[in-house]
């Protein structure tokens, strides 16, 4: 277990991003450490997961840059398919500045639906682009006008980079999405935290040891934490709260296909197409509802925080046992306030325990 536990919270309100930013204002008053916004482009406008269209994650951090006082302020995961690596790290750096030095950079391999009607994006090898896109955005915020910026990969190349605009931070913080070996292995060398979205514990302690056996060999094993993003809610009793939560928990599992194998469902794993490699077309979105209707009750009280107040807190123990530091919570869309508002009360423990 590390010393201390971040809390976080992922603000989903699409098609809302005055109510976004709003939400992200009383988590700042909370007393959250983390506000993280989703940064989709293209997303399917079906009411049962995601809803409503999505709006740019940075054009709102940059509001809540000016509108927050403590929180950090990241994506909940930017790509480097959309926007080039360098254009990333130029906006990055000036949320930080503007932030004062409160900007994180989310960074996943992408997924496909949310780039899916741009035929001339090529989805190839997306974990050597994410490999290759750090080493820019990390080089480039070291850059300096004596010693420029310069690489040589497979996808990227930069000649004489100097951005001349440097964040304040001297490397905002860089959480890592993903889940597979190569994920891993790339979260070690050049992440700060790993964020994985929905993982149980036991799951969690063991990827996260992986990771930091490779962290070992690249000299970085104080360096790499753990993140956590999640869906919790607080209620009267457990069954309750995970009723509450039973919809998008389940859809969120039918999207992971290893975890679903890893949770002992290799029947449904087999018919599960992946999160990031789901087109979520109408078949698709029609194949994934079916197969989380399936889904038993037990598998979503497995992957997240519910219950009662000592129910999430013994949860949440058990996952910073496994190695997280920074929690980050996914509220049910219709009680994204009552769950702010009931995190005081578990952010306080937290606090108090770290004395």
């Known amino acids: 277990m590390s010393e201390r536990l971040e809390f976080g919270m992922q603000v989903i309100r699409y098609g809302d991003p005055k109510g976004a930013i709003r939400d992200a204002i009383l988590c700042d008053e909370a007393g959250f450490d983390h506000v993280s916004m989703p940064d ?9 997961f995601l809803g409503k269209p999505a709006w740019d994650a940075y054009v709102v951090l940059s509001a809540l840059a000016v509108k927050t006082k403590k929180v950090n302020l990241a994506t909940g995961v930017s790509d480097p398919l959309r926007r080039h690596p360098a254009t990333i790290a130029h906006m990055v750096a000036t949320l930080d500045i503007i932030s004062d030095g409160r900007a994180r950079l989310g960074m996943g391999a992408g997924e496909r ?8 994006i090529r989805f190839e090898k997306p974990a050597t682009l994410l490999r290759e896109s750090l080493i820019v955005i990390k080089g480039l915020w070291k850059a300096t006008k004596d010693k420029p910026f310069n690489f040589e990969g497979r996808f ?9 605009l440097r964040p304040k931070q001297k490397y905002p913080p860089i ?31 063991r990827k996260f040891k992986e ?13 790499v934490k753990g993140a956590l993003m999640t869906f919790s809610y607080i209620a009267g009793s457990l069954e309750e709260a995970l009723e509450t939560i039973a919809g998008r928990a389940k859809v969120g599992v039918a999207l992971r296909k290893r975890l679903l194998e890893e949770l002992g469902y290799k029947d449904y794993a087999q018919e599960v197409t992946d999160l990031w490699n789901n087109p979520f ?13 399936l889904l ?14 000592d129910d999430v807190i013994d949860r949440i123990e058990d996952y910073h046992r496994a190695g997280v530091d920074l929690f980050i919570i996914i509220p049910p869309p219709n009680r994204v306030e009552e769950t702010i508002e009931r995190y005081r009360e578990i952010i306080s423990y937290f606090k108090e325990e770290d004395g």
């Not at 990227?156 to 001349?164: R, S, T, Y």
């Not at 597979?180 to 790339?186: A, E, H, N, Y």
């Not at 990771?211 to 360096?223: D, M, N, Q, S």
């Not at 077309?281 to 209707?293: F, G, H, V």
Request: no cysteine.
């Open 40 to 48: 989709h482009l293209f997303h399917p406008l079906d009411e049962r």
């Open 175 to 205: 959480l890592v999405g993903g889940y597979g070996p190569r994920l891993l292995k790339i979260t070690a060398e050049l992440g700060d935290y790993w964020l994985p979205w929905i993982e149980p514990p036991e799951t969690y302690e």
């Open 156 to 164: 990227l190349k930069v000649k004489n980079g100097v951005l001349g």
């Open 211 to 223: 990771i930091k056996k490779w962290a070992r060999r690249y000299g970085r094993e104080k360096e």
């Open 296 to 309: 038993p009750d037990e598998v979503v009280e497995r992957v997240v925080a519910a219950g009662t107040v």
């Open 281 to 293: 077309d109408s078949e698709a979105i029609k194949k994934l509802y079916k197969i989380a209707d």
């Open 113 to 120: 639906f949310t780039f899916n009607p741009l035929l001339d």
